[in-house]
Structure formats: C-alpha cells, structure tokens
C-alpha cells in the first residue's frame, strides 16, 4: 500500500490535554497565530504593548493606548464561554471523522443548554470553508442527487427522477488525478436544473480548463471553457459511468443519516460543508484541529440570530 492511502491519526486526548491545559494556554496558542511576529495595533500598526494586568488577554498599545482583547475580531469575541471550552468544542468536532451533534457536544462539553451546544456547532461549520481553497483540477466528475429531507416528523418518501417531491437536491464534483485516484470534492444545494445554475457551480468548483465528466444531461451542454465529456447514461447506470461521484454521493446521504438521523431543509448547506471540510481532511485529521481552529480564528462574531434569521 503506496502513501497515498495511508490515514493519520487525530491528536489524542492526552496530547490536547497537555498543549492546552487552561484558559492561558489557549490564549497565548490564539496571540501568536494571530500575529506569528508580535502583537500588532489594529488601530496604528503599532507593535509594542502592554499586557492588561486588570483586563484577561488584552493588550494596550504604546503608541496610541489602543486597548485590543486577543479575541477581538475573531469568532471567539463577546462569546461567555471560556476560551478553553471553545477550544474543547474545535477538538471534538475535528477529531471525530463522522462528525457531532449538538446534543452529544453538550454532553461532551458539560453546556448549560443546547442553545449554546448549536451556536458553537454552527460558528465551528460557517468556519469548514477555506475562503482560499484553490478550484478543481485535472479530471472532474460532476453529477446532482437528493436526499429525503426531516420535517418535524418522520422523512418525506421523495418523488421520482429530478421531482422536488419531499426531496432536497445538490450537486457536486470531485477531481480525480492523471491515474484516477480521487482527490477533493465539492458539495452545494441546487436550486434547480436550469443550464445556468450548472454551469455558476462548474465555474465555481472546477479550474477552466479542467476535464468534465458528465452524464451528458442538457444542461451541461451550455459549459464553456472546459473540455467536457458527457458521457450518456442510457439504460446503464449512473454510478458506473461516475463512480466517484457517487461514492461520495452514498458517503454523505449515510452520514446525514447517521450522524445527523436526517437532513433538514434550512441546514442542508452547513450539512454539505462539513461533509466536505471531512472528506477533504479525511487523510490528515492529525491536522484538522490546526485548520479548523485557523479558519474559525479568522472569522468574526456572529450572533445566534445572524443564524436563525439564515433559516
């Protein structure tokens, strides 16, 4: 078995335990991966200061007594959790390949209420997407499936075919190298078949260029700029002309049914963005903590109803 294929290993429990026994661990891991060479003002640019000795993690600028908290900025401001919680909630959510549920990250964490279990759960998956990643290469498969979405009771039997009948529909692509090896993948809702919404995702998720593989539905026939290969379905079926494709369709619809016991309409694209954040990691969880705490550093406050008003 080449490299390739081999998996790392999350950080274990011990050694998080130890890089971050208490609340000034964490804050002194935040300081210096906010700014790697030494405090900077936001206000001036200034880069000599004082630490609060009054005020926990804040520092006073020299030049122009700016007072800037190490969180301030990140998602972690104005937040009532300890940083060391936060960082507790970033571990589990990392090292646990299948994912977590608000109900099981209260439990794990010790929360006071699920509220604040699906606040933390939805900042931590906003964070899943790298504003920097760069666009599919080489070979792409590209396809749209579905998936029964939850109501308030049981799941909706879907209708059949592209029917919107209780059913949610994404599409999604995944590169595939020279040799056929699967690589990276992308996942978002669609809204509907039209030409024009394929094509925004395609142009979104792949590099010009690239090679697309399709079923050799119309609506890939508008795609400019890429060398695509329809390849028409017929009476064969669709998973044995894109097989990978597939597999990830099958690996997500058992995950959101596993993890998640179904998929409600309003969290389909936070579902899509985890699956995705994993399945690109899913080699490397000895680094995912790094990524996922990077990501969600760089992100700034949002209040519980910035996301329920998403809903």
């Known amino acids: 078995m080449t490299s390739r294929w081999k998996h790392d290993r999350p950080m274990s429990r ?9 609340d000034t661990a ?12 030494g405090f900077v003002c936001p206000a001036c640019g200034g880069q000599k200061a004082w630490e609060l000795a009054t005020k926990r993690f ?8 700016r007072q800037t908290s190490v969180t301030a900025g990140t998602i972690f401001h104005r937040s009532h959790l300890d940083l060391l919680t936060w960082f507790q909630a970033i571990y589990a959510i990392a090292s646990h390949s299948n994912g977590i549920s608000a109900l099981q990250l209260q439990v794990q964490l010790g929360l006071g209420s699920y509220k604040t279990a699906w606040l933390m759960l939805q900042k931590l998956r906003r964070a899943m997407i790298d504003p920097d990643r760069s666009l599919l290469e080489d070979v792409v498969e590209v396809d749209e499936s579905d998936i029964p979405y939850r109501t308030k009771g049981d799941p ?8 919107a009948v209780g059913k949610l529909h994404f599409i999604g692509a995944i590169e595939l190298s020279p040799d056929g090896h699967p ?3 992308r996942l978002t809702p669609l809204q509907d078949f039209s030409a024009s919404s394929i094509s925004a995702f395609v142009s979104g998720a792949a590099t010009p260029g690239a090679t697309i593989l399709s079923d ?3 609506a890939y026939r508008s795609l400019k700029g890429y060398n695509h290969k329809p390849k028409v379905v017929g009476k064969m079926a669709a998973h044995m002309i894109l097989p990978w ?3 990830v369709f099958a690996n997500f619809k058992r995950w959101a049914l596993g993890t998640y016991h179904g998929v409600r309409k309003p969290h389909l694209q936070r579902y899509l963005e985890e699956f995705v954040f994993r399945w690109n990691r899913r080699r490397h969880m000895k680094s995912s903590f790094d990524m996922l705490f990077r990501l969600a550093a760089a992100l700034p406050h949002a209040g519980y109803r910035q996301f329920v008003d998403q809903y």
């Not at 964490?26 to 060479?37: D, G, I, N, V, Y």
């Not at 804040?58 to 007594?65: H, I, K, N, S």
Request: glycine share 8%; charged share 30%.
């Open 14 to 22: 011990t050694a998080f335990n130890e890089r971050f026994p208490d």
């Open 245 to 247: 494709i597939h597999r």
């Open 58 to 65: 804040t520092y006073e600028c020299a030049a122009c007594d």
């Open 216 to 218: 050799g539905f119309s």
């Open 26 to 37: 964490c804050a002194r891991f935040l300081l210096e991966k906010r700014w790697p060479q």
């Open 156 to 163: 909706i039997a879907g209708g059949q075919g592209r029917s």
């Open 183 to 185: 690589r990276r993948i």
